[in-house]
């Protein structure tokens, strides 16, 4: 128990700048946090809300809480059935989503967990929403035609979802055609306008994909840290070093990394593999020297960080030893992520962008940042 205390203390002294960076980004006017741009979606999201008939709030399964989107708050009595779908479940823990789940069924919240790139979760997923829609006609409340929006801070996933949700969706060719897709960008804020996709016919369902938004003024600094690891907030505002210094911290300080034990013993043969596909193929060992996302780099990245954890002697308790521990694993990574040593200058920088992507991909485990059970109140 003690030493889970000092963990999240640890944790929470390096979130706690990242978090104090963000804030002090939002007060700054010059980096015009909240916009007209934003007001004006505010505005019109405001307007819309009352006259759709389900609102769906897309969540980071990752942080389930600190992804609230805020701006329903002000809508009380809610006057739209809302259900709370958790997107990104991929990347989170399977065990902290379960209980995530039955956190929000005690509170009787309407809730599903969704991979918007996986076609038979959001297979699933739209089954689910017709399911919804035709309890609400047997009810007598809705007309033929059905309109949900999708809401959410930004970089959620949003316009993935709506997209998978509108390519899934029994639909006629035509009717494809004749719509639009959504924009997504892996950047948060890129979308400016609410868009309609139809994702059902018999009866007509449309979504409503929307800009994502933040309040105004942030003041948490713990739920900004989370909200600039997982990406909801430009990378610029804080650094891709210190956020890839932050998941190192949490990595090194879970049991994540022991997973990767048996790749110590497989080393040899991983690079035995790349010898030979470069010799076999040229085309390979300019594509492999290059991309960090092939597996046999992915499996040495994640060896080398199992190397470093496990063979650091200090105390991982304290922050100055735990730095320590995450300058040697950058050193380390440079010649797995094909960091050139004559680029030193940019040598952290390169591998911070590379593991950052790892991690946001899943490709370095499955982490939960915070614990629903944990929380006192919803």
């Not at 868009?195 to 600094?221: C, E, Q, R, W």
């Amino acid at each position: 128990m003690l030493k889970k205390m000092a963990t999240a203390r640890r944790s929470w002294n390096i979130a706690r700048e990242i978090g104090d960076a963000v804030i002090s980004a939002s007060r700054n006017p010059n980096r015009r946090w909240y916009g007209p741009h934003m007001a004006a979606a505010v505005r019109a999201i405001s307007e819309r809300v009352p006259l759709v008939d389900f609102v769906l709030e897309i969540r980071d399964a990752r942080i389930p809480l600190s992804s609230e989107y805020e701006l329903l708050r002000k809508f009380s009595p809610f006057p739209s059935k809302r259900i709370i779908v958790l997107n990104k479940m991929e990347l989170a823990d399977p065990l902290e989503l379960k209980t995530c789940m039955d956190y929000f069924k005690e509170r009787n919240y309407l809730s599903f967990a969704v991979n918007s790139h996986n076609n038979e979760r959001v297979k699933q997923f739209l089954n689910f929403l017709q399911s919804q829609v035709r309890e609400s006609h047997k009810a007598g409340h809705f007309s033929y035609t059905t309109t949900m929006m999708l809401l959410g801070i930004p970089n959620v996933g949003k316009s993935a979802l709506a997209n998978s949700l509108h390519q899934i969706g029994r639909i006629s060719a035509a009717e494809k055609g004749r719509l639009k897709h959504t924009t997504v960008s892996s950047q948060p804020g890129d979308t400016k306008d609410i868009m309609s996709l139809k994702i059902g016919s018999h009866p007509n369902v449309y979504v409503l994909d929307t800009p994502g938004i933040f309040p105004p003024n942030l003041l948490d600094a713990e739920i900004c840290s989370k909200l600039a690891l997982t990406g909801a907030i430009p990378d610029d505002i804080v650094g891709v070093i210190e956020l890839a210094r932050f998941f190192l911290t949490i990595l090194s300080s879970s049991h994540e990394y022991k997973k990767w034990e048996t790749l110590r013993k497989t080393q040899d043969l991983t690079r035995s593999l790349s010898n030979e596909s470069s010799k076999s193929d040229g085309r390979r060992k300019t594509r492999y020297a290059t991309d960090h996302t092939q597996d046999f780099i992915v499996y040495d990245v994640r060896r080398v960080l199992y190397e470093t954890i496990s063979a650091f002697d200090g105390n991982l308790e304290d922050e100055i030893s735990m730095g320590n521990l995450i300058e040697t694993q950058f050193a380390a990574l440079r010649p797995v992520l094909r960091v050139s040593e004559e680029a030193s200058e940019f040598a952290d920088l390169r591998v911070a962008s590379k593991i950052l992507n790892l991690y946001r991909t899943g490709r370095l485990g499955r982490y939960t940042l915070e614990h629903v059970s944990t929380v006192a109140k919803f």
